[in-house]
């Protein structure tokens, strides 16, 4: 392994480090406010349609009930997307922020994920699931146009990898998991709470702690008691989009605060649930036209970022919303670890499954062309020939050449939801691109299955 950093070798680093949304989350309390808008929308249409009468009050919709009725399926999906590490996550093209700068304290090490973070990408970037198995959609042949599938080294398929100087040298990495419990408490979610200027005592009900309202009408916490003891919080007074039902002009107002604001406003919560705001590392943005500003702050374990990060949004009359994570990472202790080689030879090996965790930005273009590309359809006056006697059979194979190997930590979730960073290897190839594979030895992995 050499001793470059990552980021001279690897182009969707650097992408990144200019991409101002590229860790950005979608803001808490997003959903809830949009099915509370529909909702009201719906009885307003209703109403006009003979259905409802102008005086009639829209309903409100339960969001309490809404959240557990999907709260298996949605954590399952949140696991999934908090490892997903890919050009444009965030949905924001680049060059959008004015003038926001990082505050990144170290620059430290990117989390490694174990989940692909490369399929069939959206304008947005984020890939998209395949319906039954929930894994991104591959690129498709179509026989019918005559398309072909590059078999770009960054989806699934076939790949052949190649490597040299490798370290054989094995050993012990620590682990860690997050500890949900000893935050699950009235203590720690009403300090939350009171730092987010909530009063009430949090109440555990439906899944969660909850303090304040809970369909949409005033300011409010939820906490899941998921693996991570995520939460999100939403004020929908302080929101500077949102319109009042009779208003004919909606246009957001206010001036967005400044970059120290939003990153002390953030260390503050962060330190009100009794965590270190100092092991954190933060960034801050703001986009043209917008009257609120985000900023974000992302875990420090053994020097790497975790990616079960901190979000907040700011406005001239504080917090809009903000997002997180309560339980803190505690040791596992040691685990025996493969050997660079070792675990290069994991990638072709189906029990890991090599995931890729991002493609060059010349192949994700390259690909997104080869998807917008307009072609010309030519209806067919005759089925294809059969093939002539002896004709190789096509079955393209991708080779892959890795130059630099990397251990660090992935997020893994457990069968029962409780979460680990595990050591992980993220692998470099000679066009910048970014695999993984779990380094912890054979001898500590449960390959039973449910």
């Not at 480090?17 to 809830?32: H, I, K, L, Q």
């Not at 009403?190 to 369909?215: H, R």
């Not at 090599?354 to 060059?360: G, R």
Request: charged share 20%; net charge negative; glycine share 10%.
């Amino acid at each position: 392994m050499n001793d470059r950093h990552d980021d001279e070798l690897d182009p969707v680093e650097r992408l990144r480090a200019a991409d101002p949304a590229a860790n950005v989350e979608p803001s808490a309390g997003f959903t809830d406010g949009v099915v509370a808008r529909a909702a009201a929308d719906a009885a307003g249409e209703g109403a006009q349609a003979g259905e409802a009468t102008p005086s009639e009050t829209p309903p409100v919709a339960d969001l309490a009930a809404e959240r557990a009725r999907r709260r298996n399926r949605w954590l399952t999906a949140a696991a999934v997307a908090a490892s997903v590490l890919i050009i444009g996550g965030g949905g924001y093209a680049i060059g959008a922020t004015t003038t926001g700068t990082s505050t990144i304290a170290g620059g430290a090490a990117p989390p490694i994920s174990l989940q692909s973070g490369v399929g069939a990408a959206t304008d947005q970037g984020v890939p998209q699931p395949d319906a039954a198995s929930g894994a991104p959609e591959s690129s498709k042949m179509s026989a019918g146009s005559g398309a072909t599938d590059r078999m770009l080294p960054y989806g699934y398929g076939r790949n052949v990898f190649s490597a040299s100087g490798l370290s054989t040298d094995k050993g012990t990495a620590t682990a860690f998991a997050y500890d949900a419990r000893s935050a699950s408490n009235a203590e720690t979610v009403g300090a939350l709470a009171a730092a987010l200027g909530l009063s009430g005592t949090p109440e555990l009900k439906d899944g969660g702690w909850v303090v304040g309202p809970q369909d949409g009408t005033a300011p409010s916490l939820w906490v899941g008691l998921d693996g991570t003891l995520s939460f999100s919080y939403w004020d929908p007074q302080l929101n500077p989009w949102q319109c009042a039902p009779d208003a004919t002009v909606c246009e957001p107002t206010g001036t967005a605060p400044g970059e120290a604001a939003a990153i002390d406003a953030l260390r503050s919560l962060i330190s009100s649930t009794g965590r270190d705001a100092g092991s954190f590392e933060y960034a801050s943005q703001v986009y043209e036209g917008s009257p609120t500003r985000t900023a974000q702050a992302w875990p420090l374990v053994d020097g790497q970022r975790t990616d079960q990060g901190w979000y907040l949004e700011l406005a001239e009359g504080g917090i809009v919303n903000a997002s997180g994570s309560l339980a803190e990472p505690v040791q596992l202790g040691d685990y025996p670890i493969v050997s660079e080689q070792e675990a290069f030879d994991r990638l072709s090996d189906p029990r890991f499954g090599a995931q890729v965790m991002a493609m060059p930005f010349a192949a994700q273009e390259a690909k997104s062309a080869e998807a917008t590309a307009p072609t010309e359809w030519v209806p067919p006056t005759e089925p294809p020939a059969i093939p002539a006697d002896g004709t190789a059979i096509s079955w393209p194979v991708n080779e892959v050449e890795i130059v630099e190997a990397r251990l660090g930590l992935a997020t893994q979730w457990q069968p029962d939801g409780s979460v680990l960073l595990v050591p992980a290897y993220e692998f470099t190839d000679a066009a910048g691109g970014t695999w993984s594979v779990i380094a912890v030895a054979d001898s500590k992995l449960d390959f039973a299955t449910e």
